[in-house]
């Protein structure tokens, strides 16, 4: 697509339950990032891709944290039994066409987020 | 462990003055130093690259300067208006391509009419 596309844009769940986030990354690029933000804090890295695979999961808080690229496209990012602490905004990046990178670096261009409230 | 540091504290300036913001950076190597502007609400925009062998960059009334020996970039808006306010992130890079890219916790720049 034109643009990086998330969904849910606003999710509220009850604390126990299981919620997916679903990031649709610009046609073509290599690398996926997944992000969570507070309120007045910048972006807190979690997970990135490149194609399907998964180079980074050091920044997933603890293991109801996953994410998954399985086709080297779409993105989702999975939180079991979700907690009060798990509410915050969730960013998905891409970047890097394939062969082409901004003089060697990843510059990257951000979905609108999903705002995740566990009650 | 790797951090990156910005003023966490507020920047207000009057509107006409340059800008200065900070980015520190310590247990990184990195070979680009991007920098990013983020509107409430809204995901950052990338707004300048710079490469570790670039002492300064320009664009229109951005500047960005990287200095390896302090691992420090510097962001200047010269003549600054109101709509220059918002929240400025750096991110640090190493090099090889299709790398991790993780940010400061970023600047919020007021500027004041």
């Known amino acids: 697509g034109a643009g990086v596309s998330q969904s849910p844009r606003y999710k509220v769940t009850k604390r126990g339950q299981d919620v997916a986030l679903r990031c649709d990354p610009i046609?073509?690029?290599?690398?996926l990032y997944w992000y969570r933000q507070a309120l007045g804090q910048g972006p807190e890295f979690l997970t990135y891709f490149n194609y399907e695979a998964q180079q980074d999961k050091s920044g997933l808080p603890n293991d109801r944290f996953s994410a998954e690229r399985p086709e080297g496209s779409i993105s989702t990012l999975t939180i079991q039994r979700t907690e009060q602490r798990d509410s915050a905004m969730y960013r998905c990046a891409s970047s890097a066409a394939k062969g082409q990178t901004l003089s060697g670096a990843n510059v990257l261009t951000f979905g609108a987020g999903s705002r995740l409230t566990v009650l | 462990s790797q951090k990156i540091e910005q003023n966490s504290e507020a920047l207000n300036i009057q509107e006409g003055k340059t800008a200065t913001l900070t980015c520190n950076y310590t247990n990184y190597s990195p070979a680009y130093l991007q920098w990013y502007r983020q509107d409430p609400g809204r995901g950052p925009v990338f707004l300048l690259l710079?490469?570790?062998?670039?002492k300064e960059k320009r664009k229109e009334r951005l500047k960005v300067t990287f200095d390896t020996t302090l691992k420090q970039s510097l962001f200047h808006i010269t003549a600054s208006q109101p709509a220059d306010s918002a929240t400025y992130l750096c991110a640090p890079q190493n090099s090889g391509g299709y790398q991790k890219v993780t940010f400061g916790t970023g600047t919020k720049l007021q500027v004041i009419p």
């Open positions: 046609s073509g690029h290599v690398s």
């Open positions: 710079i490469r570790e062998n670039e």
